[in-house]
């Protein structure tokens, strides 16, 4: 299938991310304005600026809309806070459905980016809000009753496991239950637990496939795959491409590599967007994993989690042919 095949079809496509829909705050802050505090001594950061964008599985949703999908909605929880606030603001701005966000006592995952105003580097330690324990009960229960309510409207749901932390976020227990239990197209990135899954493609870079195969006590990747009982995983490998592996074997998908990326934050969620809709278009997998290979090279180009156009999409095909 051709990549204006694939985007004349995605035109038609209902995605749904589920799982941690974070918020990503982009703060500039101006090294001259650092004072000490008077009370205790220890310098300001002075911010001046401030970008509010949704990340994690917002991520993945910014991808699929500016892709062209005809409907992209997400499904996770958001706290009773201002980064809520936010958050809910930034998804309606780029055209995302956020009315299946579950409202909860925790915090809004949300990660704060400290940029140097003068050199545009990130160049101090991130604050992030994350919640000290395990997803609330009662948020869990109607993550669990939207799915079962409204997922069948969709032609392909992304599911972004970002928790990083002992406790689970969103894609709990329950949740990868349910997901083994359905039909149809479901994709998968998830840091620390792939190993977890069942009956679901799934995608992880090289470090996150090594070291779920150490966990599985296997190192092949064919060990994984059978493991979660999918059709298919995609192991990406940055700039070498990705790895595709399926029952008949594995298959590289190679890529042009790009001499100086200006940012790699979020090239695996924009390669989940552009690969996943690629399948729910009928795409083969190597064909899919070109697709995605293409929407994340544009974006590596671009400052912060940036995402792909169509117009983008065909000139980088073009180019690479």
Same mark, same amino acid.
């Given at each position: 299938m051709t990549v204006g095949g694939i985007l004349t079809r995605i035109a038609n496509l209902r995605a749904l991310v589920v799982g941690d829909i974070c918020l990503d705050r982009w703060c500039a802050y101006a090294p001259g304005l650092s004072e000490p505090s008077r009370e205790t001594g220890i310098a300001r950061t002075a911010v001046v600026r401030t970008k509010a964008t949704a990340g994690g599985g917002g991520t993945v949703a910014n991808n699929l809309a500016?892709?062209? &999908?005809?409907? !992209?909605?997400?499904?996770? !929880?958001?706290?009773?806070?201002?980064?809520?606030?936010e958050l809910r603001a930034a998804l309606r701005q780029a055209g995302i459905d956020a009315s299946m966000l579950v409202q909860s006592v925790a915090p809004t995952f949300t990660y704060t980016k400290l940029i140097n105003a003068d050199s545009g580097e990130e160049d101090l330690g991130r604050i992030d809000f994350v919640s000290p324990g395990p997803l609330p009960?009662?948020?869990? &229960? &109607?993550?669990?009753?939207?799915?079962?309510?409204? &997922?069948g409207e969709y032609d392909a749901i992304l599911v972004s496991d970002q928790a990083e932390t002992a406790y689970e976020g969103v894609v709990t227990g329950a949740v990868r239950e349910w997901l083994a239990r359905q039909d149809g197209l479901i994709w998968v990135d998830s840091r620390l637990r792939a190993e977890l899954f069942r009956r679901v493609i799934v995608k992880t870079n090289e470090r996150e496939a090594a070291e779920a195969c150490a966990r599985l006590g296997d190192v092949s990747m064919g060990a994984l795959r059978r493991t979660i009982g999918g059709e298919l995983l995609m192991v990406t490998h940055g700039e070498r491409g990705t790895l595709v592996v399926e029952e008949r074997g594995e298959t590289w998908v190679r890529t042009r590599p790009v001499a100086a990326p200006v940012d790699i934050c979020g090239a695996g969620d924009s390669f989940s967007a552009g690969a996943a809709l690629a399948l729910a278009c009928g795409a083969a997998p190597e064909e899919a994993a070109r697709f995605g290979n293409l929407v994340a090279g544009i974006t590596i180009m671009k400052k912060g989690t940036g995402t792909a156009s169509p117009a983008e999409v065909v000139a980088a095909a073009e180019a690479n042919a």
């Amino acid at each position: 299938m051709t990549v204006g095949g694939i985007l004349t079809r995605i035109a038609n496509l209902r995605a749904l991310v589920v799982g941690d829909i974070c918020l990503d705050r982009w703060c500039a802050y101006a090294p001259g304005l650092s004072e000490p505090s008077r009370e205790t001594g220890i310098a300001r950061t002075a911010v001046v600026r401030t970008k509010a964008t949704a990340g994690g599985g917002g991520t993945v949703a910014n991808n699929l809309a500016s892709l062209g &999908a005809a409907r !992209v909605a997400v499904l996770g !929880v958001a706290g009773d806070d201002g980064h809520g606030y936010e958050l809910r603001a930034a998804l309606r701005q780029a055209g995302i459905d956020a009315s299946m966000l579950v409202q909860s006592v925790a915090p809004t995952f949300t990660y704060t980016k400290l940029i140097n105003a003068d050199s545009g580097e990130e160049d101090l330690g991130r604050i992030d809000f994350v919640s000290p324990g395990p997803l609330p009960t009662e948020a869990e &229960a &109607a993550i669990l009753d939207r799915l079962e309510r409204f &997922a069948g409207e969709y032609d392909a749901i992304l599911v972004s496991d970002q928790a990083e932390t002992a406790y689970e976020g969103v894609v709990t227990g329950a949740v990868r239950e349910w997901l083994a239990r359905q039909d149809g197209l479901i994709w998968v990135d998830s840091r620390l637990r792939a190993e977890l899954f069942r009956r679901v493609i799934v995608k992880t870079n090289e470090r996150e496939a090594a070291e779920a195969c150490a966990r599985l006590g296997d190192v092949s990747m064919g060990a994984l795959r059978r493991t979660i009982g999918g059709e298919l995983l995609m192991v990406t490998h940055g700039e070498r491409g990705t790895l595709v592996v399926e029952e008949r074997g594995e298959t590289w998908v190679r890529t042009r590599p790009v001499a100086a990326p200006v940012d790699i934050c979020g090239a695996g969620d924009s390669f989940s967007a552009g690969a996943a809709l690629a399948l729910a278009c009928g795409a083969a997998p190597e064909e899919a994993a070109r697709f995605g290979n293409l929407v994340a090279g544009i974006t590596i180009m671009k400052k912060g989690t940036g995402t792909a156009s169509p117009a983008e999409v065909v000139a980088a095909a073009e180019a690479n042919a």
